[in-house]
Nanobody, 122 residues
Framework: QLVESGGGLVQPGGSLSLSCVAS????????IGWFRQAPGNEREGVSC????????WYVDSVLGRFTISRDNARNTVYLQMNSLKPEDTAVYYC?????????????????WGQGTQVTVSS
């Protein structure tokens, strides 16, 4: 089970920190991705992190504003989101993928959380 938290309503320019806690999984064995889906849009990759060597990927629209990190000991992955914009509004999901290859498309991911809503609005 993956449980996301930390979403909410924030003004443009504000920050939110998302967490995803895994139970029944050992995160060491998985690539972790954060995805988002806005109404009427396809689910898109936001950021991914490799299993063990710290490699990361970010979609261009969040580069320099979002930071992904993982704490395997706590079985938790984080997404720090700064300088939020209205276009960041979406439901954010964490997901796990076996292996160590970073893949940015959602179809490659096997396990998903239920999502947490992020709304950026004044």
């Amino acid at each position: 089970q993956l449980v996301e938290s930390g979403g909410g309503l924030v003004q443009p320019g504000g920050s939110l920190s998302l967490s995803c806690v895994a139970s029944g999984f050992t995160l060491d064995y998985y690539v972790i991705g954060w995805f988002r889906q806005a109404p009427g849009n396809e689910r898109e990759g936001v950021s991914c992190i490799s299993r063990s060597d710290g490699r990361t990927w970010y979609v261009d629209s969040v580069l320099g504003r979002f930071t992904i990190s993982r704490d395997n000991a706590r079985n938790t992955v984080y997404l720090q989101m700064n300088s939020l914009k209205p276009e960041d509004t979406a439901v954010y999901y964490c997901a796990l993928k076996a292996g160590n290859e970073i893949v940015t498309g959602p179809m490659a991911y096997d396990y998903w959380g239920q999502g947490t809503q992020v709304t950026v609005s004044s």
